[in-house]
């Protein structure tokens, strides 16, 4: 044991091993869904994938409730993105159930989940550097263009640097604000559920908390969040409860702090395991 009470483990393979072990005690519990009237968006038991006959997502689970800030952390090519495209239509579900108010949304297409109140942020290319902030505004407020105006002040209130700069070209900006101008652009559809694919990427500790309170401002304007992250640490200290995927499939669910304070989660995902 160390001392910090984790299991040490001493060769690669061993830690491969170790990994495995654990990984497969936590797979063996799946995550409680309850039924689609419960949530306000239930995806249960999702099975996707990009190439025919290879599943990347083998049942995943997920739920958020109104008002929540849910995190889907893991290791690289554990899932995360793919699982986010797949709620936002990006990618058909194979197998399993997606339900937004109760109301299945499986087979839709992006715009038919933008139509119903949900935003999504690409993780890359999130933004049309040609144009301004205001016209990449614009394109979000595509389907109301009318609501421009009014949708254009409730997002600068939350986003100054979008009023201020409105006529600065998009690709002039740093990294962070390009992140702000493309979150601003997901919400200008008033959207109740926000879906956001690791949004503190590439960019540097004081933006990337930026970002993190952005997040918690929008939250507690309205908007329920389900975000992937790669700071699995500070992810889990702002949001409301976190789900660990691992190969495409749960590995632990919980809320922020129990995740947080989980020795297996913290050996795993948190701590030295994680970067071996
Ligand atoms: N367009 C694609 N075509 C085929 N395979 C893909 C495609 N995008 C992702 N994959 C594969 O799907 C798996 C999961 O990728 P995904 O991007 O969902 O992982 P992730 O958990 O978000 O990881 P990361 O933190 O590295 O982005 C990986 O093996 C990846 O190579």
């Known amino acids: 044991m160390s001392e910090d009470g984790g299991l040490r483990a001493e060769s690669a393979e061993e830690i491969q091993e170790h990994r495995e072990e654990l990984l497969e005690q936590a797979v063996a519990e799946p995550a409680e869904a309850g039924s689609p009237g419960d949530h306000l968006l239930l995806a249960k038991e999702l099975v996707a994938g990009y190439v025919p006959g290879v599943n990347i997502l083998n049942g995943c689970t997920l739920t958020l409730t109104e008002g929540e800030v849910v995190a889907i952390i893991g290791p ?4 995360k993105s793919t699982l986010i495209k797949t709620v936002f239509g990006l990618i058909p579900v194979r197998e399993g159930e997606l339900t937004l108010r109760g109301a299945s949304i499986k087979g839709l297409p992006a715009h038919g989940l933008v139509e119903r109140g949900v935003g999504y942020v690409p993780q890359t290319r999130n933004v049309f550097p040609s144009l301004t902030i205001e016209e990449n505004l614009q394109m979000g407020a595509y389907l109301r263009p009318k609501a421009f105006a009014e949708r254009f002040a409730v997002v600068a209130e939350l986003f100054p640097l979008l009023g201020g700069r409105r006529k600065a070209k998009a690709g002039s900006l740093s990294g962070g604000e390009r992140q702000m101008v493309a979150m601003g652009r997901a919400l200008m559809m008033d959207p109740s559920v926000l879906l956001l694919d690791e949004p503190t990427a590439g960019l540097s500790p ?6 993190f309170q952005r997040v918690k401002q929008v939250n507690e304007a309205g908007v329920s ?10 992810c889990l200290q702002i949001c409301d409860r976190g789900y660990v995927l691992d190969q495409g499939r749960n590995a632990y669910t919980g809320t922020g702090a129990e995740l947080l304070n989980d020795p297996n989660v913290i050996e795993l995902y948190l701590g030295t395991l994680a970067k071996a």
């Open 76 to 79: 690289n090519g554990a899932g």
């Open 206 to 211: 004081i933006y990337q908390e930026e970002v």
């Open 225 to 234: 969040v389900i975000m992937v992250e790669q700071n699995a640490r500070r």
